[in-house]
């Protein structure tokens, strides 16, 4: 790996192949094992955040009997510092599509859906633009699988897996008790994949590539490109693609501002690393995962603000059926700012942190189990902050 | 509800706190661990529901497992090891707890559920008293619904354990309560925050009987109730229905399923009651009203093939059922028998016979009924109730009300002797008791009408209609045929009478969308708004579950068995009110008293 | 308003009258009428076969289904950290003193209404905004300006 910069990848962003829906045509032609195992080589973890190796979530779901299965594309983008999957659908709707046309192929469904968060709805006349374009080379292909856009409107917890199934459905978006999965139960009840937007991109540049080309990038855990959604406190905000597993302080210098003192990782719901950690942090599945979002901060940020902001976020959205979270997020938000105020203790803090890691094992979903990420990585490393 | 068939074969090997256990595939940590007497506290959990897993404070700890499953939720699966009270468990149940009590007004003294409560049982086992986190009560701007004869919703009590919700969805198809909002507003909700007398809420109770804490209560009389007893210018009558008897006692501490008849009589006495009636002798009076009802209608429509008859003709005993028609399926009101229910014939008479009989001013008769129904309370308050020229039934109390009223006299209610009623309106049948349990009234009414058509007892064993006692799982159909019958009811010689028993709104509606489509064509069906019928009732002690249901349901038959009288109409109070007083079935005076119309109300 | 009862009707041929329709029919709704109103939504529980009180629950759930009576142009500006930072209050401010409301009001011509709302997804172009559908980043106080007059300018139906 270089030295000097960061390594600018292409994989994602870069252009289209010469003819229209040439590797899905192709990708058709093979079998389903060969596809499977192509992804299985190449060691693609899902874009999302969570990770999860895709190969064996498509698997599953091939696997799993019943004649109705879904593919789901989550572009339900909403958390907060990420921005990529705007960019992607925006500069590379096609490469979506297809990645989303061969998981049909290989599960057995012929109907896929793209949750688009409310809030890029005004995306939608251009991507019905490609989308029709899509199905017209379908069905010049012979592919029986169609792609519906649904729109959501304004719930960043949509973004959870079984709570975009319910609001599909027509409910209110309130994550499912797991199991059972989504492989074997995902939107209607049916065998369902549901991947990140880049996640589909990936498996589309995989086909194109073969595994061996895409192994190449990134490092055992973490194999390919990233696209990373960089804002806050620096010079160049905007959107990169870069290989994963790259150490902080590397990004840092060039992306910072010269007086970075944290950097969020993974938005809200990730976690913040102070200057002193910037060396020994690696972003991947090893060290730090991420779905992109990278905020920089620099010294005249209030760290008591950002996490207030954080706060204010989670205590808003989420969707307030556990206890853990509905309450948990409230007490943080309450606790931080009586500290703040002196009408608690600054050891208060202690409780408030015990309370974040009950909260990380026993929420009910995803989103109630993070905020203890960034509550506690941020109460941790910048208590004095927090106190006066 | 749907259920995918379970392979029962497949056993599952886990280990919880060190015992090996093995269960069948799909069983649930929690209910594993219960099958090995380890209780795990819970509070969204109701064996009558799906499960939520939203509470969250069953969870349990798994080896190899960094979260904390919630045993609710959660299947076994081969090997798990777990542990329902470790370190960690314990830590981040009490969190839970603290949690849930830093949003609650905790006011318990103030509360009607004080002592009852399941946050509170949960609050006191966990020691809670240092309050870990910051009270948000103060931010909430929670309010209390009551503008509701029936049913109280306070807010400020709910721990959003959504048991309403799903109990308004999944039993009785109603969803007058759902989710709204998200997040730290998130609140349990009617549509458009409207009170629940504005919408489609049938007072059914059912939700009362499931919420764990004081959120959603009776609106309780019991001091309007003392105050009268202790007026010496009034004359307080209590009637008491047929499923009280067989759930009383469970809210006094006796076990479930024992028939407690005549020690309730006793303590009613004991209160200060100045008669104590039976609301079994106006369901005898019910069944001759409603069978001849039956009758006329089969006639007009067989005899004299007359359009405009309504069948089939449906039972009109239950309140929940009625307002459920009338918000629900409003063209189908003609079908409902014009009979007033057991509880407000009742109320018409004690102020009309009773008093005449007694020589009292009707307007110092006091009437009380003790109901296992919440329904019943708005019942007594529908205007179309007053047919007496007074307020037919002053006070309704639930099952749960009396046994509070006996607790705060004081009275050992296992301790005392065994009552009769008082006569006259206390003598019953059994055929009136078994009005409590699902599908009652139609065996009550089968008895009487086959009897009197045929001049021979109904075709079953020991009087027992079994084709048309109720279940939970679906609806109940039966076809009785008529033979031999007498002269007179000649038209109706080898009729194959076809009956259909629905319980918990659920099916109800099922039922009735059935009859609107075409799909079941029916004489005569029997609906009790509560699952399993009134034994299940939203006013009955808590907790109601199936289990409880069904030793209720066997006491009230084992009533039924016991008692001298099968069949209404040889209830010798029943001649003697048609002699003195009613003159005739569907008389001048019975149309006046016992019969009554209802409206239409919006759908949404 | 005009009557929500034949749009229901229409959007529900569109989208059909399972639950999963849910969504669309009130986001179609929103579209036109800018809320949904009591009796849009029992006219949506009536033609769905739903209880009113569910689809009060989904509504209420997303930030984006009013209940409440809104402006023609309702505008969301982004409160969540990034654009925080990059001034967010101020873009408030200006908005404000243009519009003459607070956060959470609605003009008294019902043109506007201003609101916040969490993470747009525009964090590297921050302070952004919605109005309606229409994202607006790198908002500054005098493109402020310049956005509202326009949308002043426009003649309203």
Known sequence: MSEQTLKRVDLIFGEYSNEKYKVLASTLERTNEDILQDLLESGLRGRGGAGFPTSMKWKFTAETPGDEKYVVCNADEGEPGTFKDREILYRVPRKVFSGMAICGKVIGAKKGYMYLRGEYKFMVPELMRELDSYHEHAKQLGLDFTIEIRMGSGAYICGEESALFESMEGGRGEPRNKPPYPTTSGFMKKPTVINNVETFVNVLMIMRLGPDQYKKLGTTDSRGSKVFSVSGDTPIPGIYELELGMPLDRFVDEFGDGDTKAVQVGGASGFCVPRKKFKDTVIGFEGVPTGGSMMIFNSSRSMYNVLHNYLEFFEEESCGQCTPCRVGCQQLLKGIVAVKKGEKKALYLDQLMKLSESMKITAKCGLGQSVANSFSSIVNNFKEEMIY | MKTEPQVMDKKMNLTIDGINVTVDEGTTILEAARNLNIHIPTLCYHEDLCVAGNCRVCVVEQEKVRNLPASCATPVSEGMVIHTNSMKVRMARKHIVELLLSEHNADCTKCYKNGLCELQGLASQMLTGDHLFLDLVPDKKYTIDMFNTAIIKDDSRCIRCQRCVRTCEELQSVSALGVAFKGNKMKISTFFEHSLFEVVCTNCGQCVNRCPTGALIERNYIDQVWDAIYDPNKHVVVQTAPAVRVALGEALGMATGKIVTGKMVAALRRLGFNSVLDTDFTADLTIIEEGHELLTRLKRALVDKDPTVSLPMATSCSPGWIKFIEHTFPEYLPNLSTCKSPQQMFGALAKTYYAQKRKLDPKNIVSVSIMPCTAKKFEANRPEMRSSGYKDVDYVLTTRELGIMIKQAGLDFEALPEEKYDSFMGTSSGAAVIFGSTGGVMEAALRTAYELVTGRVVPFDGLNIVPVRGTEDEVREATIKIENVKPEWSFLEGVELKCAVANGLAHAKTLMQNVRDGKATYHFIEVMACPGGCLGGGGQPIPTNKEIRTKRKMAIYEEDMGMPIRKSHENPEIAEIYKEFLEKPLGHKSHELLHTHYTPRKRY | ?157
């Not at chain 3, 529900?12 to 109103?37: C, F, H, M, T, W």
Request: with cysteine; hydrophobic share 35%.
């Open chain 3, 1 to 157: 308003m005009t009557d929500c009862k034949s749009f229901v009707q229409e959007l529900a041929d569109k989208y059909g009258r399972e639950k999963a329709s849910l969504l669309p029919i009130l986001q179609g709704v929103v579209a036109r009428n800018n809320y949904l109103s009591d009796t849009c939504m029992t006219d949506i529980a009536k033609e769905l076969d739903l209880s009113a009180a569910q689809v009060f629950g989904t509504a209420t759930f997303y930030s984006f289904l009013d209940t409440q009576p809104r402006g023609k142009y309702v505008i969301r500006v982004c409160k969540t950290i990034t654009c925080d930072m990059h001034g967010k209050k101020t873009i408030i401010q200006s908005l404000e003193d243009m519009l003459k409301i607070k956060v959470g009001e609605t003009t008294p011509d019902k043109k506007f209404t201003l609101l916040e709302t969490n993470c747009l997804g525009w964090c590297h172009e921050g302070p952004a905004m919605l109005i309606n559908d229409t994202p607006y980043s790198g908002l500054t106080t005098e493109k402020v300006h310049d956005i509202i007059s326009e949308y002043h300018s426009k003649k309203s139906l």
